[in-house]
């Protein structure tokens, strides 16, 4: 139990500085250029008006990070399939990436939201080559492989590797050539 409560205060720890730093600052921001915007309305039209097309903009900019937060929170995608989902958060992270899922379909949420984080972890890495994912059966569990060529954090790793073995599982991860990793894991069925 330590674990999964510690995998979960952990998550909600990630979050904050996203909450914080990304959405929050957005719309203090939004909130500054509106006020700027109000009293330019009387002196400079002009101004008041390419304030407010800065500010949609930036509208367009906070709903885009609540849209990638919100995914990280409830993972909505996953109602399409997994695979689906895995292809969708790649296209989301506009990072070129394969995606090979012969199994899955009839495993519990717990299971894909676990698979969907550690995929969602692994897109969110700069740099390297763009990241695979095969996901398949065997003996009995859900098994799915992550190669990236650059890797989460030691303290991101940790995280997912709580997340899996709350469920009964295990995760392995090996260095790949340069700074990639190998991320392996297997859920029980």
């Given at each position: 139990r330590g674990g999964v409560v510690g995998s979960a205060l952990g998550a909600r720890r990630r979050l904050e500085p996203d909450l914080h730093g990304g959405v929050q600052r957005y719309?203090?921001?939004?909130?500054?250029?509106?006020?700027?915007?109000?009293?330019?309305?009387?002196?400079?039209?002009?101004?008041?008006?390419?304030?407010?097309?800065?500010?949609?903009?930036?509208?367009?900019e906070a709903l885009d990070e609540a849209s990638r937060l919100a995914q990280r929170i409830y993972m909505p995608l996953l109602e399409l399939g997994l695979a689906a989902a895995l292809r969708a958060a790649a296209v989301s992270a506009g990072v070129p990436a394969s995606?090979?899922?012969?199994?899955?379909?009839?495993?519990?949420?717990?299971?894909?939201?676990?698979?969907?984080?550690?995929?969602?972890?692994?897109?969110?890495?700069?740099?390297?080559?763009?990241?695979?994912?095969?996901?398949g059966e065997d003996a009995g569990a859900l098994v799915f492989e992550i190669v990236r060529?650059?890797?989460?954090?030691?303290?991101?790793?940790?995280?997912?590797?709580?997340?899996?073995?709350a469920?009964?599982?295990?995760?392995?991860?090996?260095?790949?050539?340069?700074?990639?990793?190998?991320?392996?894991?297997?859920?029980?069925?």
């Open positions: 719309l203090v921001a939004l909130a500054m250029r509106l006020q700027l915007a109000e009293s330019a309305l009387d002196y400079d039209p002009e101004a008041a008006k390419a304030l407010l097309e800065e500010v949609g903009r930036d509208v367009q995606v090979e899922v012969t199994a899955g379909s009839s495993c519990s949420a717990e299971i894909l939201h676990t698979v969907y984080a550690c995929w969602l972890e692994a897109l969110a890495q700069p740099g390297g080559a763009g990241p695979a994912i095969t996901v060529g650059a890797g989460p954090s030691a303290a991101q790793l940790e995280a997912l590797r709580d997340r899996v073995e469920l009964g599982g295990a995760l392995t991860i090996r260095p790949e050539a340069g700074d990639g990793v190998r991320i392996s894991g297997s859920l029980p069925l």
